[in-house]
């Protein structure tokens, strides 16, 4: 059997275990040193081809445990049903009366390693394997723009916070500015009226200095004559202070601040919950899948065909055409040649 690879088959069968050298896949069996020999000239055998035992190790498990011999009846395979898909011995093909499409199984794997049928396996796997690269190749790049796009918004974000922070402090200061202009202001009408009332004290004392100097020294004509023109200075007084008073320059003068309710609603979470949206897109894959036109999808199906390279030429005839000019040829079946001549006639010798 196919797995008993590692001994001779023909020693083991005489009840000896000898390890096998080479393999011969048409008796389905390994061969030691000795036995090797004998099969090479052996009638029967010598035209068998035979595999290193080390080679052979290398194919794998799959093929090496493919049975080449008809598990059910231990027999040859001889013709493969196309129907079933499956090889026959001649016992298998009584259960294949009705099938169609028997072949002949040798006629059938004749050069099976240069059919189209193998040719397109190995292009088609070429072809899967690019596939994947691509794709892997694809999503790899997908992975970088992906790295690349988040520091893009990385930056974007920080950016719009900087923007952010510059607006406030602009605005901050704006608003501080304000604030000592508006403060400054109402400062300054309030010291400018105390410079007044300070004046208006000065005065006013002076007059009291000079009733009570009146008071102590004058005579009575004198001061007589002198309490009307103090006495009109004194209304003159009264009428500034009850001006003061019914003028807002004596208004009780006071500064607050109002913040923007639409700066406070961005520290307000009902408002402004997050910073910006994370967004995730996807857009159909510009990847398209190569796919071999011409694919032949019934591969044990199409018959082997030999590779115009492998063939080799061989001379069969010589045909002399020196008497004629052959302007065509045709190749007829059984062996058969056709060719198109045209004789040249010396008309000069003729007519003379
Ligand atoms: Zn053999
Ligand atoms: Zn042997
Ligand atoms: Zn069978
Ligand atoms: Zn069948």
Known sequence: MASNWSLCGVCDNRQMKKSSVVWCSECDEG?????KKHHSISIGTKNHETVSIAEYKKLPT??????????????????????????????????????KG???????????????????????????????????????ENLNSLKDKKREIEAEIKQARTKINHHLDKLQDDLIKELMTVEQKESSKIEKLLTTLKKKEKEISEVQENIASIKQHASELQTFLTMKDIEKDIAVEEKFIQSLTTRDTSNQVNISCQINKSLLQITCTANVQK?????????????????????????????PTRNIDDLTLTLQKRINTDFSLVRGCSLLPGGRMAYQI???IDLENLLH
């Open 275 to 303: 910073f910006g949206e994370i967004i995730v897109s996807s857009d159909p894959c510009d990847f398209t899948i190569q796919k071999r036109k011409n694919r032949q999808a019934q591969i044990m199906v199409a018959l």
């Open 31 to 35: 061969l030691c040193g000795d036995c």
């Open 342 to 344: 045209t004789y040249c």
């Open 62 to 99: 799959e093929v090496l445990q493919i049975a080449q011999v008809c598990k059910q009846h231990n027999e040859k395979y001889e013709l493969f049903c196309r129907k079933h898909h499956s090889p026959c011995c001649k016992k298998c093909v009584k259960s294949h009366n009705d099938c």
């Open 102 to 140: 028997l072949t002949d199984i040798d006629e059938l794997i004749k050069n099976v390693k240069t059919s189209n049928a193998f040719y397109e396996i190995e292009q088609t796997l070429l072809e899967v394997a690019e596939n994947v690269k691509r794709l892997s190749a694809n999503r790899k």
